[in-house]
């Protein structure tokens, strides 16, 4: 696996996170993810409610700072979501 790269947020001394290291732990936990450009709230690839992307297929799909959308429903196994802030529940 490769390791996250260290990129500085903009205006900021603490690295960026990498986008790809949650959609994996997202993938490890259940949860079906799916790309969505950084900057925007909408899914841009055609299909994208059919899409299951396995944790080894992450780097073909996700950029360092995508966004990243949750497939909710039959693809995550029911699971619902409370959003509040940047933090997931």
């Known amino acids: 696996m490769t390791p996250p790269i260290k990129k500085k947020a903009e205006g900021s001394s603490v690295p960026a996170p990498d986008t790809r290291v949650a959609a ?6 259940g949860w079906s993810v799916v790309p969505t450009p950084k900057g925007s709230k909408a899914p841009v690839i055609t299909g994208w409610q059919y899409l299951r992307i396995k944790k080894g297929e992450v780097e073909k799909y996700f950029l360092i700072d ?11 196994g029911w699971r619902a979501s409370a959003v509040k802030g940047t933090r997931c529940r």
């Not at 994996?24 to 936990?29: K, L, M, Q, T, V």
């Not at 995508?66 to 995550?76: H, K, M, V």
Request: proline share 6%; glycine share 12%; hydrophobic share 35%.
């Open 24 to 29: 994996r732990e997202f993938i490890d936990n």
């Open 66 to 76: 995508s966004n990243i959308g949750l497939l909710l429903g039959e693809p995550s």
